[in-house]
């Protein structure tokens, strides 16, 4: 059981050039997410799925898009990476969250994005 | 908007010593608070989930209590080991965001041997 696992683990980009991060988890969860971490800030939410073929908007959506084709998949895509994307890229997924029944999130190990 | 406040945002423990870690968060509409452990380089470990009807949450020397009304939690750790160094992340999920996860900035901890 691999729990949910990324790649690739580290990435340099230059300044307009496009990439996609992958995310797979084996645990059959319906829910997955995109974070990214940013010094001082803590993990915003970019895009988050509730389930195979849907995506929703985050709190930091814009210059970011998402595709989840498969329930064990969420791909990250960056059209066109600028400097302000430099950051740590975190996947989790979870169980159904309907309240009062709530469910941890569980986390990949990350992804070091660096945009010259 | 709900904003997630960690404090102190750093803090250097002896060994065996007992500390206790502090998370605010403005509004209270909240469905569950939850405690992370994150070590250099690598992704997040739940620690402690409290859901907004509970007061506190223990496992194993950690204890994680929940005031709702007041927008606070604290997370306190028994013993403290050099193991325990890491950065530590509280989350809020807000009622109004549904599925989202609200993150205070974290506050990273070192045991001295």
């Known amino acids: 059981n691999a729990g949910v696992t990324q790649t690739p683990k580290f990435r340099v980009l230059k300044t307009g050039q496009s990439m996609t991060l992958l995310c797979a988890q084996d645990m059959n969860h319906e829910y997955m997410y995109w974070y990214r971490q940013d010094p001082g800030m803590g993990l915003r939410l970019i895009h988050y799925s509730v389930g195979e073929g849907t995506t929703a908007k985050g709190e930091v959506p814009d210059g970011y898009n998402v595709s989840r084709l498969k329930k064990q998949n969420f791909l990250l895509g960056l059209e066109s990476a600028a400097p302000s994307q430099t950051s740590v890229y975190f996947c989790?997924?979870?169980?159904?969250?309907?309240?009062?029944?709530?469910?941890?999130?569980?986390f990949g190990p990350g992804t070091r994005l660096t945009v010259t | 908007k709900q904003e997630v406040t960690q404090i102190p945002a750093a803090l250097s423990v002896p060994e065996g010593e007992n500390l206790v870690l502090n998370c605010s968060f403005t509004?209270?509409?909240?469905?569950?608070l939850q405690w992370f452990r994150q070590d250099p380089g690598k992704g997040l470990t739940s620690l402690l989930l409290?859901?907004?009807?509970?007061r506190e949450q223990t496992s194993g020397r950690l204890n994680a209590s929940l005031d709702k009304s007041s927008g606070r939690s604290t997370l306190y750790i028994a013993a403290s080991q050099p193991g325990d160094s890491a950065t530590y992340l509280c989350?809020?999920?807000?009622?109004?965001?549904?599925?989202?996860?609200?993150f205070g900035a974290g506050t990273i901890l070192r045991v001295k041997s």
């Open positions: 989790a997924s979870s169980y159904s969250t309907l309240f009062p029944v709530d469910y941890e999130q569980y």
């Open positions: 509004d209270s509409a909240i469905y569950n």
């Open positions: 989350a809020v999920r807000p009622e109004e965001y549904g599925n989202k996860l609200v």
């Open positions: 409290i859901q907004s009807s509970q």
